[in-house]
């Protein structure tokens, strides 16, 4: 192969996707790599969801629905 050839690679992401959910540790390893990211990026942003962490949990409601 020379420096100037073209090299065409197709990629069928179906039968990709389906190797992954097939297999237990790779759904590990990716959500611990989404973990790792965002847990990054809250360092930056000072939360994980932004305005969403910010919020105060809503107050219970005063009357019970069986009432």
Do not use: W
Request: with cysteine; aromatic share 2%.
């Amino acid at each position: 192969m020379t420096e100037n050839e073209n090299v065409i690679i197709n990629i069928d992401l179906d039968v990709l996707v389906a190797k992954i959910c097939a297999s237990p540790k790779a759904l590990r390893l990716i959500a611990e790599a989404v973990r790792n990211t965002q847990t990054k990026q809250s360092r930056q942003v000072g939360n994980l969801y932004g305005n969403t962490a910010q919020r105060q949990k809503p107050q219970p409601p005063t009357r019970s629905r069986l009432s």
